[in-house]
């Protein structure tokens, strides 16, 4: 069968979590840093590493059947490739952003300004959807430094925790879209048995993610309680102890819940909690 080929970022926030979830679906590679493609060992995969904004044109013209990149980049190529899978990284927004003593309250006060950015095609359609009329100023780079300049009075940038922006003397205005690395995929490839195996892993492993593997003790007369908290799980197993009386409990619940469901089985009775890691789960 041909080998697939699957185009990672090279360096930066995306490229150690895209590695580290190809090796988590038990794909076998060197990873070396100077190397621009590797082969995959145990399954029938290429692996290219590449600088994230080429990697949409890349899978658009099939020199690379899939990809691992954030949503923005994708957006802004406005290149025409499918959608496979949200990753659950690389979580940014693409936000607005205007001087701290600005007193702009309302998005439509943009109107007639301008804005500097790195995603004028994503802004463009924003700010069209909003009927509002800017003046977008396409910059590659350091668009936090842009109203500082005199080149604009608004940017248009990603945001995690505001520290450049208040370094720069910029606050939050509005959001303009979220983000989070996707694999995409050349288009007419969804059929393809190599796509559907590797789907099958990463959706496995993410799954597994969510969830966290639970074992503890309780009295008899208490398990009816504790089933019922552990309700949407289906049914767990329950082990007789040594102890006279008493018995184990193991199931699986969301992370998301964790620790609230964690302190009421405790008041439910539950003893000697162990909360284990998932690796894979299999449907
Ligand atoms: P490259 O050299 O590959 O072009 P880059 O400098 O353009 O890299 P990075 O800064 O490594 O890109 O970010 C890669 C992606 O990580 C972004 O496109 C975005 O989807 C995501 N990301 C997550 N959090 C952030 C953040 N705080 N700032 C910037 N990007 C983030
Ligand atoms: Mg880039």
Not at 140 to 150: N, Q, W, Y
Request: net charge negative; glycine share 8%.
């Amino acid at each position: 069968m041909k080998n697939l080929k699957i185009a990672i970022q090279k360096s930066g926030r995306l490229n150690e979590k895209s590695v580290q979830l190809l090796k988590n679906c038990g794909l076998d590679f060197e990873n070396y840093k100077s190397s621009l493609i590797t082969i995959v060992s145990n399954f029938n995969l290429e692996i290219l590493f590449l600088r994230d904004d080429d990697i949409p044109d890349y899978v658009e013209q099939g020199i690379a059947d899939l990809g691992i990149v954030g949503e923005n980049v994708i957006d802004e190529s406005q290149a025409n490739v499918d959608y496979l899978q949200r990753l659950g990284f690389g979580k940014c927004t693409l936000k607005l952003a205007v001087p701290k003593d600005a007193n702009y309250t309302d998005i439509k006060d943009l109107d007639g300004k301008s804005i500097a950015t790195s995603y004028p095609n994503i802004l463009s359609k924003f700010l069209q959807e909003k009927q509002i009329t800017a003046e977008i100023h396409p910059i590659s780079g350091s668009v936090e430094i842009a109203p500082g300049l005199g080149l604009s009075e608004a940017i248009c940038d990603i945001v995690s925790t505001g520290g450049t922006l208040k370094n720069n003397g910029l606050k939050p205005f509005a959001d303009v879209s979220t983000s989070e690395a996707i694999l995409i995929g050349r288009s007419g490839l969804a059929e393809n048995p190599i796509l559907c195996e590797l789907l099958q892993r990463i959706q496995s492993v993410l799954r597994a993610k969510e969830t966290k593997y639970v074992v503890l003790n309780v009295e008899k007369s208490n398990l009816p309680q504790i089933t019922e908290l552990l309700q949407g799980v289906k049914s767990p197993t329950v082990v007789p102890l040594a102890e006279e009386g008493w018995v184990a409990v193991h199931t699986v619940i969301p992370e998301e819940d964790f620790w609230g469901k964690i302190n009421t089985l405790k008041a439910a009775g539950a003893q000697g909690i162990v909360v284990m890691p998932i690796e894979k789960i299999i449907l």
